[in-house]
């Protein structure tokens, strides 16, 4: 053993406590002091850990943390702690730590109370005593003490920085709840993806199969979720599966964690956040303001719609409304409240927000204001005051909070031109000096939505130099903000600069470039998801198309539903795909969760196509579909009918399901808590589906019931005819022997809208109507009559009603001519009506062939009388 040469030793601050406590009890002089000393110091050479366990302290610690727990204030425990600060052990600094702690927890005013305990004079002994301390602390006490001290001393870097340090140390022996807390310190101070939580990461990874403790393993999950690779995702998420039971169904905190994490991994994995779901259901009472706000935004992310928690933290929270008179308070529950609330409640939030908006910082002015558009509000007052707020304090924000700022201003049309050049400079300031693709793309995003969107050559310069780091989302930001300036630039100032389109080219390349460097589709997948807009559909479709093909032996029952949605949103008809995605899951269908085969079943109704394996395929489809109808939100239904019923398919279990009286109150209760748009989507594709079962399905005897909703709607506006309209107009006309021969913008029974209409006897030759002479290009008005039949006279014997629609672009599937479902589905339900359906493409309608008006009439009599001549 090495020897500690006396001339080396210096007297230490434990020396001194020694000798000055202790030793002289026992009778010893000082040079016996300084030899036991030296001993104790290679005694701990040999066995550091033996050290801490043969610790010196006073005998007198139970009466003093007894005298620690019965104070009954701050300044009490800080008299202590001065009194005795000679003698405090590292249970007693932990103790008073945990006190202080206590006594902030029970503040109203938390960030008022932390000031005073971090200016406290004595605060400075305490920082001390645990920084000279640390060493002997056990595990718990070490982490819990660092945890403490981030709460109440945001400014104590350098004891939070050694307590770290030390913890790093002992990482590999803490027990999975010291490392869960210790985690979560880490993540308090942002350090998601630092080495230490690398290693924390690779500690849970090793010691996964022999965890029991899903509340510490739920804290652990949410750190390290910006760490994992996709597999340890999965092995996680099947953890937690096979542990969930094992906690009390009170465990509210442990769900929303696991809910957490499932939205930081952006997986929506519906069996776990089923059971979630219902914990936070059975606990709703006991929740608070804080709680239901996070789990409403949680699903918001995911996607997650339980109507059943919306409905029972609507009341929850009107019923907290009394309860805050003050903007920290208020602001949460505005912001949580009023996207789901009614109109009274709204009301009531607007005006008592109203008399607190001077109070609001710059962060409650921005959560406000994101809310506001939310809820798609429409008053001015208060949008002017909160606009106001944001702009005193518009220096402040960050790249994505001015995004946020944009995008509410311009969806609740406010108009100011002085914060809106202030905006712009701030954007551009930005994109000046920022490096990284996501935090440009956003900049650039914001400055093409602002009015009159411009970008000068810097602006350019900063896209290029970034583009080899940026991932198609980036990418396709960029480009639609291009787009838009070009858009612009030609349409106001009559100029398109040649930098702008060689900067959509070096989109196009790098784009291209990216879908060839991939090989694996999970992560084209995650790309994939928000991909939209017109420059992916012109530059990017079929090369995504043909690495999806390339790729297509990955699709399996974990990802069939993403890559059914993402065919469908593009409207491209790839028959090997689709016959892909039926053949999984007519094998797999008993691992794909019932939430998810509406995604799998649309791509296959909007493209109207049937695979080889069709009747077997939406078959199994609907018998895993009937064990479930009860689980499954009302809108949900509603879709997925209407989405069979464009194929042709009425399964009666799933249509008793929705046309009952109990369903549509419930669905009725439910849409005030949609959006304006999609509460106008459920309704359309309601009316829509109980047109195609009343004509496509008489015998299941269901009502029409949709009368006054169409009237409404129909009324609203009558529209007007496009420019090929009303040249078919005016050329029906001519062929058919007048303006009195031919119908524009008739409404059918069951409210089917067509283009034209027109009556031929037995003979092919054309009967007029009564006197409806109209202004080109508008439209008739409507008289309406509640009836299922066709108005009007009755047809002589042999005459039949024709109906001409021209088809734009939108009816066909965009890389082939192939008719889309909802198309598909009027033709055949105007031909139960009585109607000989005529379509005329835009494709041929505009083609060469017919670029004469004589080869248009030619074609027109063809498809009429079916001849070429009259």
Not at 314 to 319: P, S
Request: proline fraction near 4%; include cysteine.
């Amino acid at each position: 053993m090495p020897r500690i040469p006396r001339e080396c030793y210096v007297p230490s601050a434990e020396h001194a406590l020694l000798s000055r406590h202790f030793f002289p009890v026992w009778g010893l002089d000082r040079q016996k002091i300084d030899s036991l000393f030296v001993n104790m110091l290679r005694l701990r050479a040999i066995c550091p850990f033996s050290w801490r366990v043969f610790q010196f302290r006073t005998c007198s610690c139970k009466p003093l943390i007894s005298q620690m727990i019965t104070c009954t204030d701050e300044e009490q425990v800080f008299d202590l702690i001065e009194k005795n600060k000679a003698i405090l052990s590292e249970k007693q600094v932990e103790c008073v730590f945990n006190i202080l702690w206590q006594f902030q927890k029970q503040k109203t005013s938390f960030l008022k109370n932390v000031e005073c305990i971090r200016e406290h004079p004595q605060f400075l002994t305490l920082h001390n005593l645990a920084t000279s301390q640390m060493e002997f602390m056990n595990d718990d006490t070490l982490v819990n003490v660092l945890y403490i001290t981030q709460q109440c001393a945001t400014e104590a870097h350098d004891l939070v920085a050694a307590l770290v340090t030390e913890a790093w140390r002992r990482l590999e022996r803490f027990d999975i709840n010291v490392l869960s807390k210790f985690a979560s310190c880490l993540a308090n101070q942002h350090l998601y993806f630092s080495p230490l939580m690398g290693k924390i990461a690779d500690i849970v990874h090793r010691n996964l199969e022999t965890t029991e403790d899903l509340r510490s393993l739920s804290v652990l999950m949410v750190s390290i979720s910006s760490l994992i690779s996709q597999r340890f995702q999965e092995q996680l998420v099947n953890k937690t599966e096979h542990l969930f039971d094992t906690i009390d169904s009170s465990q509210v905190n442990v769900a929303r964690r696991i809910v957490q994490f499932l939205r930081n991994t952006k997986y929506s994995y519906y069996p776990l956040l089923e059971r979630c779901n219902k914990v936070f259901l059975s606990n709703m009472n006991h929740l608070d303001l804080d709680s239901i706000s996070k789990i409403l935004s949680l699903y918001h992310s995911l996607q997650f719609h339980s109507f059943e928690f919306v409905k029972m933290a609507k009341k929850r929270l009107t019923e907290m409304i009394p309860l805050f008179d003050h903007p920290d308070g208020f602001v949460k529950l505005f912001v949580a409240l009023g996207p789901i609330a009614g109109p009274e409640e709204k009301k009531q939030l607007k005006s008592t927000l109203l008399l607190m908006s001077e109070e609001l910082t710059r962060q409650q002015a921005l959560a406000v204001m994101g809310a506001m558009e939310e809820m798609e509000s429409r008053n001015s007052h208060l949008i002017k005051k909160i606009a106001s707020i944001l702009h005193k304090h518009l220096d402040n924000y960050k790249p994505i909070e001015l995004l946020r700022i944009t995008q509410a201003l311009i969806f609740l049309h406010f108009q100011s031109k002085e914060l809106f050049v202030k905006l712009r400079e701030l954007l551009l300031r930005y994109l000046k000096i920022s490096v990284i693709p996501s935090e440009i793309s956003i900049l650039v995003y914001a400055l093409s939505i602002l009015p009159s969107p411009h970008l000068d050559e810097v602006g350019i310069s900063r896209i290029e130099a970034i583009l080899p780091q940026c991932d198609l989302n980036d990418l396709n930001g960029f480009a639609t903000s291009v787009l838009r300036w070009i858009h612009y630039d030609h349409k106001y100032l009559d100029n398109t600069t040649g930098k702008q389109l060689k900067l959509l080219q070096k989109l196009d390349h790098y784009g291209l470039q990216r879908l060839q460097k991939y090989n694996n589709l999970n992560l084209l997948r995650e790309e994939l998801k928000s991909l939209k807009g017109d420059w992916f559909a012109e530059s990017l479709l079929e090369e995504t198309a043909g690495t999806l093909h390339r790729l297509m032996d990955e699709i399996n029952y974990k990802n069939v539903a993403e890559i059914a949605s993402f065919i469908a949103r593009t409207n491209y008809l790839s028959t090997l795909l689709l016959d892909r995605i039926a053949s999984v899951v007519v094998q797999q269908i008993e691992k794909i969760h019932p939430f998810v085969i509406l995604g799998i079943i649309l791509p296959f109704s909007v493209l109207n196509y049937d695979p080889p394996q069709n009747d077997e395929f939406f078959r199994i489809c609907i018998q895993y579909l009937n064990s479930y109808l009860s689980g499954l939100d009302p809108f949900m239904l509603v879709f997925l009918g209407y989405s069979l019923a464009t194929l042709g398919y009425f399964p009666e279990d799933l249509l008793k399901a929705i046309f009952n009286i109990k369903f549509l109150a419930k669905m009725d209760s439910q849409l005030e808590f949609l959006c304006s748009s999609l509460n106008m989507k459920v309704q359309f594709r309601l009316m829509e589906l109980n047109r195609a079962v009343c004509l496509e399905c008489p015998e299941y005897q269901i009502p029409w019931f949709h009368d006054r909703f169409c009237q409404q709607q129909y009324n609203k506006d009558i529209g007007s005819m496009n420019g090929a309209q009303q040249q078919i107009y005016k050329m029906l006309a001519e062929v058919l022997g007048g303006t009195n021969c031919v119908k524009a913008s008739v409404l059918t029974p069951y409210y089917h809208r067509i283009d034209f209409e027109c009556i031929l006897d037995k003979r092919k030759k054309a009967l007029p109507y009564g006197s409806h002479n109209i202004t080109l290009g508008k439209l008739p008005e409507t008289h309406w009559e509640s009836n299922t039949q066709i108005t009007g006279s009755r047809l002589p014997p042999g005459a039949e009603r024709i109906a001409l629609e021209f088809l734009d672009s939108r009816a066909f599937c965009r890389n082939i001519p192939h008719l889309k479902g909802k198309s598909a589905m009027k033709k055949r339900q105007l031909e139960i009506l009585g109607y000989h359906v005529i379509q005329i493409p835009h494709f041929e309608w505009n083609s060469m062939a017919l670029s004469t008006k004589e080869a248009r009439m030619d074609y027109l009599r063809e498809r009429i009388f079916g001849e070429g001549k009259s």
